[in-house]
């Protein structure tokens, strides 16, 4: 099915799908800490996923390093959510998102390029830029971290979607990051009431089911880099998840940040000359 969806579609998709999920997952604070938010979205997401794509053998030995990296940047991205607990959405995916667009200024061979990239790093640094309260450091630190497991993701995808012709490597990967990450919520946070597990369910399907399926699919059509620029979408649209969803603010450089951020992942898509 989605062969017939150009690859930047898919790629917005997936954007689309992560920050209103994560903001979704912001609103259960209330109810568990962000250690159960995320054991809740791993745990409920590698049994969709499982099930979806049913793996039918035990993989290769040359595959184990990548399901493990790629677990591993998985469950390291999560650190997203302790600094969502700190910080307002735009702020965390603003300084999360330094890790992929690093990974598009490392790849990029043409000068427009990286002049794209700079645009949308003028969006980061517009988007929490001068004139707005200090950051806590701790929340700064979590986003960075998530940033940095982020920018792994997109390289370990795009290898995995390169060598296999199933996702099922990708539900492996999601299966052991649930495995390093689903015992601290269980054991950190009351997960049992249904109301919880309903709402984290629906989390875990629009954060993270559908986004690592869209980006699974565009990964093997489109180089690392240009995936790193349009992802510039993401501070963009979590400071929308957060105006809307969550009524947080945003200034007039932070709207003025979007634009730039929107630019430059349209720039990107243009075609070659």
Known sequence: MTRCVPAPALVLGSVVGIQAGQACGKLLFGLVPPVGVVALRLGFAALVLC?????????????????????????????????????????AVTIQFLGPLTVALAGSRRLRDVAWAGLAGLGVFLFYG????????????????SGACWAAYVLLVKR????????????????????????????????ARPGVLLAGFGVAVLSAVLPWS???AALRRMPARVFGVLASLEPALGGLAGVVILGEHLAPAQWLAIGSVVAASIGVTLPRP
Do not use: K, N, Q
């Open 51 to 91: 099930a979806l794509w049913r793996p039918r053998r035990w993989p290769e030995r040359r595959d184990l390093p990548l399901i493990l990296g790629l677990g591993t940047a998985i469950a390291g991205m999560h650190a997203i959510y302790p600094a969502l607990e700190r910080l307002p959405v735009g702020a």
């Open 130 to 145: 001068p004139g707005t309260t200090a950051l806590p450091t701790a929340g700064v630190a979590f986003a960075l971290v």
């Open 160 to 191: 995995i979607g390169a060598r296999a012709s199933d996702p099922s490597l990708l539900a492996l990967a999601v299966a052991w990051a649930a495995l390093l990450c689903v015992p601290f919520g269980v054991a950190g946070a009351d997960l």
């Open 214 to 216: 869209l980006d699974l």
